[in-house]
C-alpha cells in the first residue's frame, strides 16, 4: 500500500523533530514536504535544525530542503503542525482550506466548537465535529487538535473514572518538564534546584480543555462535561515527564480498589487498539509506593501510555492518585500522529 504524503510545518522545533523521528518508517504516513519559519525556508534541514533527539540524525532528511509553511509550497493530503499558537492561526485555516487535514500540536484551534480536540482512547466520536466544521468553514480539509499536554494526561487518567462512576469534581497539582517549555526552555538560573509555581496560560488550558474532551458529543457539536476542575501547575527540573497529583470526586463514593481495578482494566475505545502508534496498554497501573517516576517509567511504551499510582482515599474529595505522562510524545508528536491514524481507520482520509 502505497503512503499517504505529509507535510511538517515547525520542523525544527522540539515538538516537530520528534514528528520527523516517529513517521521517518511509519507504515501509513510519508514525509513529502518539511516546513518551517521564514529565516529557515530554503536551507537543507541539517543547517538549519539542532538536531536533539537520539536514534538516526534528522530522520535520514539531513538534505532536504526546507520549504515555505504555504500550501502552495508544501501541499500533502496529511499536514502535522508543531507551530506556536500565533503561527498556527493564520497557516493552518489555508491548510485546512486548501483541502488538507491538518492535525495540530498548537493551542490556536483547541476550543473553537467545531474543532475535535482528541485523546482517541477517550473520545474518538468528537472526530465527528469535522463534518460540522466543513459545513461552518466551507473548507475542503480540516482541523484536528491534539490537547494541551497536561491535560492530556489527565484526561487519560479521569476518561475511565468519567465513564465508570461520573467525576463531579476535581483537584490537580502538576510538576511539569522543562521540554515543555520548548529549546531553549527555561533559563539553567531558573529552574536548577528550583519549583516554578507559574506556567503561563496552562492552568486555564487543563480548566477549559478537559470537560471539552470529556463532553458528550450529540447532534454535531459537543456538550461539555458537567463537572468543575481546578488546576494548579508548576515547572520542575525535569527533562521530561509531566508528574500530577490529581483528587477526584466520584459518583457512588466507590473505593480505591474499585478505581485502581477500572484503571487496570480499561483500554479505552476498541478502534484505537489496533492503530500503530497507540500503546499496548493506555494506562499502566503501579503498585509500588514510591511509582511511577519519571526516571523509570515516561519512556515506556514510545511514551504514550499514561501512568498511575498511589490510589488511595482522599479525605476530602473521595480519591487521589499519581499520573505520569510524556510530555512530548503523548502530549504532543505521538499525540497528533494517533489523531490522524484514528481519522485514517475512520474513513477520513480515503
Given at each position: ?48 535544525c539542532a538536531w536533539r533527539l537520539d536514534g538516526e ?109 461520573g467525576i463531579e469534581r476535581v483537584f490537580m497539582t ?161 499525540a497528533s500522529i494517533l489523531n490522524a491514524e484514528l ?8
Open positions: 500500500m502505497s503512503r499517504i504524503p505529509v507535510t511538517i510545518l515547525g520542523a525544527t522545533g522540539v515538538v516537530g523533530q520528534r514528528f520527523v523521528r516517529r513517521l521517518t518508517d511509519h507504515p501509513l504516513f510519508e514525509i513529502r514536504h518539511l516546513a518551517a519559519s521564514d529565516r529557515s525556508t530554503g536551507k537543507v534541514y541539517e543547517d538549519a540524525p534528522h530522520g535520514g532528511l539531513r538534505k532536504q530542503t526546507l520549504r515555505a509553511a504555504h500550501p502552495d509550497e508544501a501541499m500533502a493530503p496529511v499536514v502535522f503542525s508543531a507551530l506556536d499558537s500565533g503561527s498556527a492561526t493564520e497557516i493552518e485555516p489555508l491548510f485546512a482550506a486548501a483541502g488538507s487535514f491538518v492535525f495540530s500540536n498548537a493551542s490556536a484551534f483547541r476550543m473553537a466548537a467545531d474543532v475535535p480536540l482528541l485523546v482517541p482512547e477517550a473520545n474518538a466520536d468528537h472526530i465527528g465535529l469535522v463534518e460540522t466544521q466543513r459545513k461552518s468553514r466551507g473548507w475542503k480539509g480540516a482541523i484536528v487538535c491534539n490537547p494541551n499536554c497536561t491535560a492530556t494526561v489527565l484526561v487519560m487518567g479521569l476518561a475511565p473514572l468519567h465513564q465508570a462512576f502538576s510538576m511539569q518538564a522543562i521540554s515543555g517549555a520548548g529549546y531553549p526552555g527555561v533559563p539553567s538560573l531558573d529552574i536548577l534546584g528550583n519549583v516554578i509555581p507559574f506556567i503561563r496560560n496552562e492552568e486555564e488550558k487543563v480548566e477549559e480543555e478537559a470537560p471539552k474532551m470529556l463532553g458528550r458529543f450529540v447532534n454535531g457539536a459537543i456538550e461539555a462535561a458537567p463537572f468543575a476542575i481546578s488546576a494548579m501547575c508548576h515547572r520542575v527540573p525535569v527533562i521530561e515527564g509531566h508528574s500530577e497529583a490529581v483528587s477526584v470526586a466520584l459518583r457512588g463514593k466507590p473505593s480505591p480498589d474499585q478505581v485502581a481495578e477500572v484503571f487496570r482494566t480499561w483500554r479505552g475505545d476498541p478502534r484505537v487498539t489496533s492503530l500503530h502508534t497507540a500503546p499496548p496498554v493506555p494506562i499502566r497501573v503501579h503498585t509500588a509506593e514510591d511509582r511511577p517516576q519519571v526516571r523509570l517509567d515516561v519512556e515506556k511504551d514510545g511514551g504514550m501510555s499514561v501512568h498511575v499510582g498511589r490510589v488511595r482515599s482522599c479525605p476530602l474529595l473521595g480519591i487521589k492518585f499519581a499520573l505520569l505522562g510524556h510530555n512530548t510524545e503523548r502530549g504532543a508528536a505521538g481519522a485514517h481507520a475512520l474513513g477520513y482520509l480515503a
